[in-house]
């Protein structure tokens, strides 16, 4: 069987890791040709990305985010409004260059441009795209409770329209969060948010 990088990655934003390489028959040999090719792209330490560069802002936050949290494994979670674009939630005034995550457990090795939170109480995840990922009234509530009213909005008003959560969702979230940073600006937005099917009639 021919071994090319194409082979390797299934996901929508093609990132693999060295290991994954070598666990499948490729050399570090290999991967650098590939890279001084242009066929891959080195896009951090141990991460490699297929294809060229994305063009947008979000497009290139997640393929970094996908780059830090894949050797990780279920050891972290992508958060914040980085969860919401893997949700395909809108977001609006969030820092697009930085990769916010939280940790589930052990340690993480953190590298540049990634925040990462480590929260008492391990939030709720799910799998998307193959990274461990928060849920999205997860991600709601963090962001607006990190970047504050109108973000938390945009990002609220685009989940119950897509109906991907309701209020009562959120409520939980909130409630689960407890007396955290920031909290009564993501309760306030609870209070204010109507339902998918309020945004249908109108």
């Given amino acids: 069987m021919v071994l090319t990088p194409t082979s390797l990655v299934a996901n929508e934003v093609r990132v693999f890791t060295r290991a994954e390489a070598i666990a499948v028959g490729h050399s570090d040999h290999q991967l650098r040709r590939w890279v001084s090719g242009g ?4 896009v951090s330490r141990g991460a490699f990305a297929v294809g060229p560069a994305p063009e947008y802002a979000e497009g290139r936050l ?6 830090f949290a894949l050797p990780h494994g279920d050891r972290v979670a992508l958060s914040h409004h980085v969860a919401l674009v893997l949700h395909g939630i809108a977001t609006y ?7 916010y995550a939280v940790r589930i457990s052990g340690g993480a090795q953190l590298g540049a441009g990634v925040h990462l939170e480590r929260p008492r109480t391990a939030p709720p995840t799910v ?3 193959g990274v461990n990922v928060v849920r999205a009234e997860v991600a709601v509530v963090q962001v607006a409770r990190t970047f504050g009213h109108v973000a938390g909005c945009v990002a609220a008003d685009s989940a119950l329209s897509l109906q991907t959560l309701d209020r009562a969702d959120l409520r939980r979230e909130a409630e689960r969060v407890g007396a955290a940073p920031g909290i009564a600006v993501a309760r306030a937005i609870v209070d204010l948010c109507r339902d998918g099917s309020a945004h249908r009639r109108n």
């Fill in 127 to 129: 799998l998307v795209d």
């Fill in 39 to 42: 066929s891959v792209r080195r």
């Fill in 62 to 67: 997640i393929e970094r985010a996908k780059a």
């Fill in 93 to 99: 005034a969030v820092p697009l260059h930085i990769v």
